[in-house]
């Protein structure tokens, strides 16, 4: 399927590695041209460099905190009419004791997966509108339709970013301008794994055991290949997808067992 993307402009936050990079390539594959932005300049550019000689598409890069304002100027400056947005806040975290955590680090999380986020989608969606196409994507975790032990500030701010645009799309789509989220879960990434050995540890069990009991959940029994969610992405972003917005697209193997 020819998904009708050639020639469009995608920013991509967290691109260096793992799921955002699987999206640019599946991006780069349908002919968009691409900002990517990652705090590791030489993983970036390495990435950049790998897309560029695979599909051909403009890669430029930004080296930087997404979450940083100042950061959104510079991207903007590169990428000023973006077709698509894909926010991923590229923070690992490990779980952790809720009753140890102050406000300031419940307001770290508010501000990695709710406001940097929303800073971007104010920023970009009225040209959107007014070009009458735009895809913004925000990339999440399955675990936000069934919260995890250890992960409640993630989950807070997460949810907080999925009410939210779910009533910004509603203003947006009849633009041609649509707001999705996508929920993976058991896919082979580096920030898997660091999540995995934070339970590991604070279970006092072995990452290999903390595995299998996943996997074991998992009637896909398997890690997903990156691509399996890149892919997704790129079909969301695509012409045919116009009528889809405003939804919390888990993608994990069947572990989520809610008809919902």
């Not at 699987?22 to 390495?46: F, H, M, N, P, Q």
């Not at 279970?203 to 029994?221: F, K, N, Q, V």
Request: charged residues 20%; proline residues 4%; hydrophobic residues 45%.
């Amino acid at each position: 399927m020819d998904l009708g993307l050639r020639g469009r402009s995608a920013i991509v936050s967290a691109a260096s590695k793992g799921l955002s990079k699987a999206c640019a390539l599946s991006l780069a594959r349908e002919g968009v041209d691409l900002v990517l932005i990652a705090r590791t300049a030489d993983t970036l550019e390495a990435t950049a460099a790998e897309i560029r000689g695979a599909t051909g598409v403009n890669v430029q890069t930004v080296a930087a905190d997404i979450h940083d304002e100042a950061t959104h100027d510079r991207i903007l400056d590169l990428c000023p009419e973006p077709d698509i947005l894909i926010n991923n806040p590229g923070v690992r975290q490990v779980p952790g004791d809720f009753r140890t955590w102050s406000r300031a680090e419940w307001q770290h999380w508010i501000d990695v997966h709710f406001f940097s986020a929303i800073r971007l989608i104010q920023r970009v969606s009225p040209g959107m509108a007014e070009r009458k196409f735009g895809r913004i994507v925000n990339m999440s975790v399955s675990f936000i339709k069934f919260p995890q032990v250890g992960f409640a500030h993630s989950h807070a701010a997460r949810l907080a970013l999925s009410g939210a645009v779910a009533a910004i799309s509603r203003e947006l789509i009849p633009h041609n301008v649509t707001i999705n989220t996508v929920c993976p879960g058991l896919f082979d990434t580096d920030a898997l794994h660091t999540n995995l050995h934070g339970h590991a540890e604070r279970r006092d069990t072995s990452y290999e055991a903390i595995l299998a009991e996943r996997l074991g959940t998992c009637p896909a029994g398997r890690l997903a290949d990156p691509t399996e969610c890149g892919d997704l992405v790129a079909y969301l972003c695509s012409a045919q997808a116009g009528f889809m917005s405003a939804q919390n697209i888990v993608n994990d193997g069947g572990v989520y067992q809610g008809i919902f």
